[in-house]
């Protein structure tokens, strides 16, 4: 939030098995009937944190787009944006490589936790992407913007990530600070020139600005007169509430509307979206199983994990929401959504996807005549989970995601369960066509109640007055921690610092990743493999093989391929299949007919397809040549690889491993 904010405010390690691919003894919830169709769940709870990056957080974890990106963006001068330029030199140093914060060890593990990053505002946020290359933040910023977390440090994240499913390609909204951000949340538009709104409605709302007229023409104009998706289902009749206390850091988007400011005290906006019922009423709710359709969460600041606030505090309170919702007779019929608005000053490696120059409600002119044509969103990504019986197990979901995607999400189910005119009109348009709806991270027909082994959160301190002071006692006792300039490793990732393991993969590929594509037959899975030889082939494991997809030879790594087309604009802006399949050291390409190439140029492009089985098909993917029509499936089966008309419900299984050998 506000700098003055911070300013004013700033006056438990666990073992673990390095190989994460399975997880401890699950304990039992409180489902009753379990959902078997997305039109059966009957509660959505939306819980959204604060300002903290993927790669601050989860830039360790394995089967993600971690540190260890085959596709890592290399700019013009060599150099992967991984490896940020420092200017001016630090103690003789010019480059920047990821550190963890906790480096120097001992106390720094508590220190790491109050840490700070750089600036989250719309001009230093636009400053580091420099138009695409986002190799700035070191220009501007704390070299703790830089810096990442581990397990160790939030034991808890990492936890629930891997026991539900993780999102690695969920962006914010917007390249800038928490309001605009949350204003996406809840209306999918800022009004930027071009959007669905007028130019006299409000915005284009790119700052945390909270006072009544336009600080410059047609910027920041507040308050925001558009519907939120509040107004709407309130007019579809959908029941929904936000639960809030008053010390919500002034987190509650809908406090940014012009309808719900003159609201009267009341009206239905009123009462179920400016008023305070309370964390502890949401707890009750849902341990009754009498939550609305809706809910929106809006946690208190100091467990907000907006730095300096600590995310070990943040945790007790995901814990306390995670508690409340698996432990409800309504748990098998609820999804709960947990995201965060922006990354708070935290850099992430990984270049916004974003739409094409001059796409309406997505750029506009840089209102402070600095950086010129820009697009204000979507930004950099962000840790993101589902909790739900439908998103169990230890999975990775890879689709183009960001704040708008939550709202896709309550439509799509909306329309399932019979409500009409479900469309929310504020949505900026590309939004609505190229951010996933989410409804592919639910798996149906493989509902799991259980709850995963969640390490216990340690509860926030508190002082004798009862107010939460972990963040105070951890500024009291630390600074900033230094960064290791002179002692940073030759290579990144060195080896040993990427947990080893995998997961699933779900949903519509993206790069970032080290893919193994098998098929499962009887008690044996057929692995895709580059082993030897100029065609590919399949290597056979058991399927209790804990180690099968460890192999380094069935590992592939896809490329956008756009025709041919390389330069950045393009890679950063049309990211759909076909794709080019490489083998990880980009020596071998998937060629015709089954054939490995030696060149990119040679390769052919394969379209590789998820279906979420949501129509009584096989979830899975499908990988089929580009033009080879219904004879140009790739499949595998105990006889090899096959090249032709694929077998009824053949899919493949995909994992994104993450394996130093």
Known sequence: MLTSVLLLAALSTVLVDRRHHAFAAP?????GQTARSLKEIEHVVIFMQENRSFNHYFGTMAGTRNFADPNVQINEDGRPVLIQKVTPARQGVNTLAPWHLAHQGGAWAEGAQCATGGSNGYDYNQASLNHGKNDRWQYFGEPANWGYLKR????????????????????????????????????????????????????????????????????NCYPLNWQTCYELYEDLGVSWQVYQDRNNFGDNPLAHFKKFRDAPPDSPLTKKGMSYPGLDKFYQDAR??????????????????????????????????????????KYGKTVLLISYDESGGFGDHVTPYHATKGTPGEWMKDYLGVQGDIFVGPGWRLPFYVVSPFTRGGRVFT???????????????????????????????????????LVSMLDFENADTSVPNIPKAEVPSKNALGAWDGMAKCKARFGNPTAPWKTQPKTFPPKGLIEQGYKQVIGSLTEGR????????????????????????????????????AQP?????????NNGATDLETRLTQQDSPFLVSTPDNKRWIGPEGTLVESRDAAAPVDIAFDAGLKGGS??????????????????????????????????NVLSVSYDE
Request: charged content about 15%; some cysteine.
């Open 27 to 31: 304990g039992a919830s409180g489902a």
């Open 152 to 219: 160790s440090e939030i034991p808890v994240h990492f936890s629930v990530a891997e026991g539900w499913t993780v999102g690695d390609m969920y962006q914010q909204s917007s390249i800038t600070a928490t309001n605009p951000n949350r204003v996406m949340l809840v209306s999918g538009s800022l009004n930027v020139p071009g959007s669905p709104q007028k130019p006299g409605d409000g915005g284009t709302y790119l700052d945390n600005w909270e006072v009544p007229g336009c600080p410059l023409p047609n910027i």
């Open 288 to 329: 009754a199983g009498t939550l609305p359709e809706v809910s929106f969460i809006v946690g208190p600041m100091e467990l907000s994990e907006h730095p300096p606030w600590l995310p070990k505090d943040g945790a007790w309170l995901q814990q306390q929401v995670i508690d409340a919702v698996t432990q409800s007779p």
């Open 399 to 437: 689709e183009h995601a960001d704040h708008t995607s939550q709202i896709l999400f309550v439509e799509e189910w909306l329309s399932s369960r019979g409500y009409s005119n479900v469309t929310l009109p504020s949505m900026v348009h590309w939004r609505r066509e190229h951010m996933s709806n």
């Open 514 to 549: 080290y893919l193994v594509f098998s098929a499962a037959q009887d008690k044996n899975e057929y692995l895709l493999s580059h082993k030897g030889g100029s065609k590919l082939g399949v290597i056979s494991k058991s399927s209790t093989d804990a180690m099968r997809y």
């Open 553 to 561: 030879d069935t590992r592939f790594v896809i490329h956008y391929y």
């Open 619 to 652: 979830r899975g993917y499908s990988m089929k040549y580009a033009t080879g029509g219904d004879s140009g499936f790739i499949t595998v089966s105990k006889g090899g690889v096959n090249i032709g008309k694929a077998p009824a419900q053949f899919r493949f």
